[in-house]
């Protein structure tokens, strides 16, 4: 079993967000926090299986609807484990 993750709350206004969120629908121009793991898996042009099985092992974090409920990618929690992933290799980088 995968191992649980900090908790990553999500903002309740758009407002909210950062300003380099990347997110958004082309549609309506509003800020998209979460996506179908179908939708997620078609953007990326990979398998559903695959992103699936990804979720399963805790690999994507996803946002899910009980116990045996409906999910959907967290994608911001995407969004900043990026940010923290490159903040600390911009921090290595420097200090070397």
């Given at each position: ?7 990553i ?33 078609a953007?990326?042009?990979?398998a ?49």
């Amino acid at each position: 079993m995968a191992s649980k993750s900090k908790r990553i709350l999500i903002p309740n206004d758009v407002s909210q967000l950062p300003t380099d969120y990347p997110f958004f629908s082309r549609e309506t121009g509003k800020a998209i926090v979460s996506e179908s793991l179908v939708e997620y898996a078609a953007r990326q042009g990979v398998a559903i299986n695959t992103i699936r099985k990804r979720a399963d092992r805790g690999q994507l974090p996803v946002l899910q609807d009980g116990k045996r409920g409906h999910r959907s990618v967290n994608l911001y929690a995407l969004y900043m484990q990026a940010r923290y992933q490159a903040e600390r290799f911009v921090t290595m980088t420097v200090a070397r």
